[in-house]
């Protein structure tokens, strides 16, 4: 009897363990995958059968990009709009969680009330164009970082974090005199690095990784576009997973394309954009566990 | 004459005395209302204002006009809608893929969360993990671009292991296949985000009292009896507030997916209301047909959310909003 329910749990472990090795593989393939693409000799590509270690190595496909103009000002749009939309996001987010977080503040109801509203509904797509449009935000920088910059899932997570902080830190420095904003910018600021860092993490991957917002509201101002923009463009030039590089003529990225073959140019630019999250990843996942958490249980 | 006069002074001090504490709170948080009140402005200004943009889809909008302008139609642009055979498909496509989406994208993460809780090698463990999360920190465009190369007829991995194994004699065009979309979509998002939607199951789990599994160990309990009399229970009001916040989205799924990995073969499957409505808003200028696809979208959402609202409460006695 023993035995084979010792036998039972034996299996279990080899099928879990199976089971999480695939989801290992099936998760990491592709991402390697593409790094050997983006690595190796764009003709030699095109003959097929690369895995996930380049056959003749290059750096070839890299330059050719950083030729293509719109890509380089896309990259530095997409550079511009994390860093400024994540400190704005950042700041105000932590500014209302901490009036919120006070239990004294007599605002505290309808402002937190009004803020949650907003996670259950949206205007929606035609009257969100349609403001942007009277607010004459259309073609400006402007509309990747003003609209979402309070956000009110943030604010619940920031606010689930201050909340259990010790009042007793706010009192002592009341009683030195400080007013609300110091006690907020000197004592409790401090205290958030690790919630902070979470959502700092939140909004500078959805800065980063925005597309439509170019699309519908900047597509017609090269100067305006970013990486994630021109990347979908050209994987929409050369969908159905063709290598033909006649699907790519007439692109904007044609003279980048005249070297380098459009396959090895969608890899190139997808690595692009994956590495600087690659580089913040490792140092930011015991934070955003910990928000993740803490966000979701809270609301 | 005097008595009317203190009584009319005794009222107003009175009111005065009841007013004065919001006032003189209010001037005493004065910072904490600067520090609020202009990012509610804000949240005002960008989420609530679009909402006033509801009644174009009552009128037949002309951008240039003002609103006394407008010309009034009523529920014209709706009628219009619900006979329109493409918001049939459009409707048709959008419930199938958040339903497929709902039953894969709660389940799966769930059971991944149960197995990674099971690993006792702590270095594999967190491995699995780190690599899991990771998907969902890359963009949409980036995973249509893999997905699509992933598929694809030459050199895709999934089409040289289906021929590999013999399954198919040659490769399947899969981008090009409507029958396809769905599953390419529901499968693309489980990719993405299964490591993600876990975190929440496994923080729930680790806060179950290891006692119990000390408990039925000396019982002499298998592990899949633990799972199933011990983890599954420990973590069922997790499941659910998870389960009906997904039920609340399940219209609003969202379009990002459909845009990138849709093509104009597959159309009539890919085509979900977001984009629906940004083809003939935007598209074709259409303002108030568009805005009045948005409102059903949203209305439909509400009536999701309360309805599996209410079934919970009635269930549980709980309620998560």
């Given amino acids: ?299 | 004459m005097e008595s009317i006069q203190k009584k009319a002074h005794t009222k107003s001090s009175q009111a005065i005395k009841k007013h004065r504490p919001f006032w003189r709170t209010m001037k005493q948080q004065k910072y904490l209302y600067l520090m609020s009140v202009p990012f509610v402005l804000w949240v005002f200004v960008f989420n609530y204002l679009p909402l006033w943009g509801w009644t174009m889809a009552f009128q037949n909008f002309r951008p240039g006009r003002t609103f006394l302008e407008q010309e009034w139609v009523g529920l014209e642009h709706f009628i219009q809608l619900f006979q329109d055979e493409r918001f049939h498909l459009v409707l048709r496509n959008t419930l199938a893929m958040s339903i497929m989406g709902l039953i894969i994208g709660f389940a799966i993460p769930i059971l991944f969360a149960v197995f990674l809780n099971e690993i006792r090698v702590q270095a594999f463990r967190r491995t699995v993990q780190t690599v899991s999360y990771l998907p969902h920190f890359v963009s949409w465009v980036v995973v249509a671009g893999i997905v699509t190369k992933m598929l694809s007829i030459d050199g895709g991995i999934v089409n040289d292991a289906l021929v590999g194994i013999g399954l198919v004699n040659e490769p399947v065009q899969f981008m090009t296949k409507g029958e396809w979309f769905w599953v390419i979509v529901t499968l693309s998002d489980l990719w993405k985000e299964m490591g993600w939607n876990s975190i929440i199951f496994l923080a729930a789990m680790a806060g179950i009292d290891t006692q119990l599994y000390e408990a039925a160990k000396v019982d002499g309990a298998s592990r899949l009896k633990q799972i199933w009399h011990i983890t599954l229970p420990g973590i069922r009001p997790t499941i659910l507030v998870v389960l009906i916040l997904s039920i609340g989205h399940l219209i609003t799924i969202g379009f990002e997916k459909q845009f990138l990995l849709g093509n104009p073969t597959v159309v009539d499957y890919s085509e979900v209301l977001d984009l629906y409505a940004l083809n003939y808003g935007i598209g074709l200028g259409r303002f108030s047909y568009g805005t009045a696809i948005g409102i059903f979208n949203s209305l439909v959402s509400i009536i999701l959310l309360f309805l599996a609202n209410g079934i919970f409460k009635r269930y549980t006695n709980q309620s998560v909003m």
Avoid at chain 1, 127 to 136: A, I
Avoid at chain 1, 146 to 166: K, Q, T
Avoid at chain 1, 249 to 265: F, L
Avoid at chain 1, 290 to 299: D, N
């Fill in chain 1, 1 to 299: 009897m023993n035995k084979s329910k010792g036998l039972d749990d034996r299996i279990f472990d080899w099928l879990n363990y199976t089971f999480l090795t695939l989801v290992l593989i099936v998760t990491l393939y592709p991402f390697l995958n593409v790094l050997a693409i983006s690595l190796n000799e764009s003709t030699d590509t095109v003959r097929g059968g690369i895995t996930i270690f380049p056959r003749e190595f290059t750096l070839e496909n890299y330059k050719a990009i950083f030729e293509y103009d719109n890509l380089v000002t896309g990259f530095i749009n997409s550079t511009l709009r994390t860093i400024i939309g994540t400190v704005l996001g950042v700041f105000s987010s932590a500014m209302v969680a901490f009036t919120l977080s006070r239990a004294d503040f007599q605002g505290r109801k309808v402002i937190s009330t009004l803020l949650v509203l907003t996670l259950y509904f949206s205007g929606g797509l035609i009257p969100g164009y349609m403001l942007m449009r009277d607010l004459h935000l259309i073609d400006t920088f402007w509309v990747y970082v003003l609209p979402g910059m309070v956000n009110a899932f943030n604010i619940i997570i920031v606010r689930s974090f201050m909340d259990g902080l010790p009042y007793a830190l706010q009192e002592s420095a009341k009683i030195d005199g400080a007013n609300d904003f110091a006690i907020f910018w000197r004592v409790i600021l401090p205290l958030c690095t690790p919630v902070l860092a979470t959502i700092a993490l939140f909004v500078a991957v959805g800065q980063w990784n925005s597309w439509f917002d170019t699309y519908l509201y900047n597509s017609s101002n090269p100067s305006l576009t970013t990486l994630q923009y021109e990347l979908m463009k050209i994987l929409q030039n050369t969908t159905m997973g063709s290598t033909d590089a006649n699907a790519y003529r007439g692109t904007q990225a044609q003279e980048a394309a005249a070297s380098v073959s459009p396959e090895s140019i969608k890899m190139a630019i997808s690595m692009v954009t994956i590495i600087p999250i690659l580089i913040v990843y490792p140092f930011l996942q015991r934070f955003f566990v910990q928000g993740m958490t803490l966000g979701a249980v809270k609301s």
